[in-house]
């Protein structure tokens, strides 16, 4: 008898499919997606298991990014997923809900002219259907003639900066109750703003790809640098014009890849205006939602 059939599981037919297909804004040019198709540029997305639910209902895993990294892993099959463009990660989220629960997506909004608190749906399909190509490079000339080239921030950067800013709000939220010496909250209050301005710095230096020091003679070549230590020692000792065009860049990039804008109707005063759609994980994937 042919042993080998007894540990064929004859279940494996019936494990799920990608339910559709999606292109990333970035494309894979920043990082490294090993399921994309070479014809098409696709990537599949599979529905969400059991266990991806169960992670996601665990507060402490979805805030550090454990959560998110072991079910885009599921859903995708990349395994760089801390190396994601930001740009990719809404593409990922939203096209995994639509496998998962459908194309409907509840968001809350608040009217801009009456205040009236509401709900409303918008449709997946056609969000994911203003999904449109980044550029292959982004380039800031500064006033003293550098070139700099910027990239998408990582998942893990924003992950990193998400994480940082609720330990911090915890911590002030915490001396703001707190009736002691006044002097020992004041520093622990600039420790805190000290740390979130080193970490800013830290997150636009990584969103440097490379520096390049233009040639002071004719004949010579340009300088490039990508070392990351001087990137970053070099971030934080320009001057504050210098570093906003590098950060006005990255936060245009960044804000490209997907229409995040809702137009929507009040159905209180029938006020009509634009919300900007933000896909907070913690709230995102609310089950019964």
């Given at each position: 008898?042919?042993?080998?059939?007894k540990n064929?599981?004859?279940?494996?037919?019936?494990?799920?499919v990608?339910?559709?297909?999606?292109?990333?804004?970035?494309?894979?040019?920043f990082?490294?997606?090993?399921t994309?198709?070479?014809?098409t540029?696709?990537?599949?997305?599979f529905p969400?298991t059991?266990?991806d639910?169960?992670?996601?209902?665990?507060?402490?895993?979805?805030?550090?990014g454990?959560?998110?990294?072991?079910?885009?892993?599921s859903?995708?099959?990349?395994?760089?997923?801390?190396?994601?463009?930001?740009?990719?990660l809404?593409v990922?989220?939203?096209?995994?809900?639509?496998?998962?629960y459908?194309?409907?997506?509840?968001?809350?909004?608040?009217?801009?002219e009456?205040?009236?608190?509401?709900?409303?749906?918008?449709?997946?399909?056609a969000?994911?259907?203003?999904?449109?190509?980044?550029?292959?490079?982004?380039?800031?000339?500064?006033?003293?003639?550098?070139?700099?080239y910027?990239?998408p921030?990582?998942?893990?950067d924003?992950?990193?900066?998400a994480?940082?800013?609720?330990?911090?709000?915890t911590?002030l939220?915490?001396?703001?109750?707190?009736?002691g010496?006044?002097?020992?909250?004041?520093?622990?209050?600039n420790?805190s703003f000290?740390?979130?301005?080193?970490?800013?710095?830290?997150?636009?230096a990584?969103?440097?790809?490379?520096?390049?020091?233009?040639?002071?003679?004719?004949?010579?070549?340009?300088?490039?640098?990508?070392?990351?230590?001087?990137?970053?020692?070099?971030?934080q000792?320009?001057?504050?014009?210098?570093?906003?065009a590098i950060?006005?860049?990255?936060?245009?990039v960044?804000?490209?890849g997907?229409?995040?804008?809702?137009?929507i109707?009040c159905?209180?005063?029938?006020?009509e205006?634009?919300?900007?759609?933000?896909?907070?994980p913690?709230?995102?994937?609310?089950?019964?939602?």
């Open positions: 008898m042919n042993t080998n059939v064929v599981n004859p279940l494996e037919g019936y494990l799920r990608p339910k559709l297909y999606v292109q990333l804004p970035s494309r894979g040019k990082s490294t997606v090993d994309k198709s070479e014809i540029d696709e990537i599949p997305i969400m059991a266990k639910e169960t992670m996601l209902r665990n507060p402490d895993a979805l805030l550090n454990e959560s998110l990294v072991s079910v885009i892993k859903v995708t099959g990349i395994q760089d997923v801390y190396n994601l463009a930001s740009n990719d809404d990922i989220l939203l096209a995994s809900r639509l496998a998962t459908g194309k409907d997506l509840e968001i809350k909004s608040t009217c801009t009456c205040k009236h608190e509401h709900e409303f749906d918008v449709n997946i399909e969000i994911l259907e203003t999904v449109t190509e980044l550029n292959d490079e982004y380039i800031v000339t500064l006033d003293n003639g550098l070139t700099v910027i990239r921030y990582t998942f893990k924003t992950q990193t900066a994480l940082q800013a609720f330990r911090e709000t911590e939220n915490k001396l703001t109750q707190d009736e010496d006044e002097l020992k909250k004041l520093v622990t209050f420790k000290q740390a979130m301005a080193d970490l800013n710095i830290q997150i636009l990584n969103s440097v790809i490379k520096v390049v020091i233009p040639a002071l003679e004719e004949d010579e070549d340009p300088t490039i640098v990508t070392d990351r230590k001087h990137i970053l020692a070099w971030v000792g320009i001057g504050k014009s210098q570093a906003d950060l006005d860049e990255a936060n245009n960044n804000g490209e997907l229409d995040r804008n809702a137009k109707t159905p209180e005063c029938k006020h205006y634009t919300q900007l759609l933000e896909f907070n913690s709230s995102f994937f609310d089950l019964g939602s």
